[in-house]
Structures are given as C-alpha cells and as structure tokens.
C-alpha cells in the first residue's frame, strides 16, 4: 500500500512568484493535514480537511496560502505570491476516520529566493 | 492550550551508550502523546506512542517512553544506540478524545558517533 506522497519533494521559486504543492493521501484516508516546519524552528499544524471540508484551518499563516481538497482525494496548497519567510518544508499527513496514527509523508522542500 | 518542550536541541552520543531524550508538555486536559522520527531524507515516521493504559510503551528497535503524569514527560530512551538511530525526534501531543492535531516540539538531533 502507498503511504501518503508528495509532490514536488524540492522547489526553488523567487519572491513573488507562484508554488502549488500536491499531496496524495493513503487510500482510503478521510483525514488529511497540512504541516510545515519552517528553519529551526518547530513543526507547526496548517490545516486539517475531513473529506473535502476544511475542519480546521488555523494555522494557515496568511491568506496568501491556499489549500483545496476537491472530491476529497488528493490536495494542493498553494503559495501566492511567496515570499522568503515562507521557505521550509511543507509535511502532509493523513489518518482514516477511526484511527488514531497520522502517517506523514516525506515533505515538500521549498526555497524562496 | 498544547504545548511541548524538548529539553535538548542536540545530543551527541557513543555508539552502544545509552541515551534520553526529555521531552515535556502542558495541556489543561487529557492529551496523547507521540515520538515521531525522521531519518536523513525521510519523512517523518511515528516511533512510539501513549494513549492509554501502561504508563510504559515501545518501539520495534529498542526504543522506550514512559509517560509520567505528575511531571509532564514523555522522555524517550534507548539503552544501547547505533549508528543507523542518528536521525532527529519529535515529541508530540494531541488532546484525548480527537487525535486531530498534533502540536511537536523542536525536536533533538541525535548524532550516534563510533
């Protein structure tokens, strides 16, 4: 079974322009969430979708983040106009409905320049 | 609100030593409580984890935490590391009945020298 996988794992971009980041959940997962830990600094929560519903989003730092999960499948979040601060790695991670283990997956590099 | 503290940011260690890293939180109200690791160039992936029941759990390659409630800790062991445990660990906590959003410490960077 594939765990949950992202894409791109690294990206460079300058200041102001666009990055649009992907994650595919484990089958079958309801729950899917968005992490970010930023240089130094701790793993912080974004978002948390159940389906395609946003059942909590706040952590997203700013409305120049945004996050979609349409059919409840796959996600995209999306960063516009990114900015240096926004470098770090992006984690999603997905849970099923019942369970109780959120399985991360390896992380989105992003590099603002 | 959550909050985790990792005591240490980084622990160099001896190969077959034994190591500890502390790991504390707060929380007004029941909480979960997790180790996850992650690898050089890996995600991150869970070690070990408290719910409920035995204050003691363990991992598949040796690892332990206790959970103490009385002090907020959750540290985690490992009687006799090796090389292929360098990696950096993260404490983290969720409140109890809703496991939907961990809140991580820093993390400590364990370095397992020869």
């Known amino acids: 079974e594939a765990g949950v996988t992202q894409f791109p794992s690294h990206s460079v971009i300058e200041k102001g322009q666009t990055v649009t980041l992907r994650c595919d959940p484990i089958s079958g997962h309801d729950n899917l969430y968005w992490y970010r830990r930023v240089m130094g600094k701790e793993i912080k929560f974004l978002l948390h979708?159940?389906?395609?519903?946003?059942?909590?989003e706040s952590g997203m730092p700013n409305n120049r983040f945004l996050a979609e999960r349409t059919g409840g499948t796959y996600s995209t979040l999306k960063v516009q106009p990114a900015e240096l601060e926004d470098s770090g790695v992006y984690f999603c991670?997905?849970?099923?409905?019942?369970?109780?283990?959120?399985?991360f997956g390896e992380g989105s590099w992003l590099t603002v320049v | 609100a959550q909050s985790v503290t990792q005591l240490d940011s980084q622990v160099p260690v001896f190969e077959e030593a034994p190591v500890e890293l502390r790991c504390n939180y707060s929380s007004s109200v029941s909480v979960y409580l997790f180790w996850y690791v992650q690898y050089p160039n890996q995600g991150l992936q869970l070690l070990l984890k408290?719910?409920?029941?035995?204050?003691l759990v363990k991992s598949i390659n040796g690892f332990e935490a206790e959970f103490n409630k009385s002090q907020t800790s959750f540290h985690l062991r490992k009687p006799s590391v090796h090389i292929s445990d360098t990696a950096e660990y993260f404490c983290a906590v969720s409140t109890s009945g809703g496991y939907n959003k961990l809140i991580f410490g820093a993390g400590t960077r364990l370095a397992v020298h020869p």
């Open positions: 979708f159940v389906k395609e519903s946003k059942q909590d």
């Open positions: 991670a997905s849970k099923q409905a019942a369970g109780n283990t959120i399985y």
């Open positions: 408290y719910l409920s029941g035995s204050t």
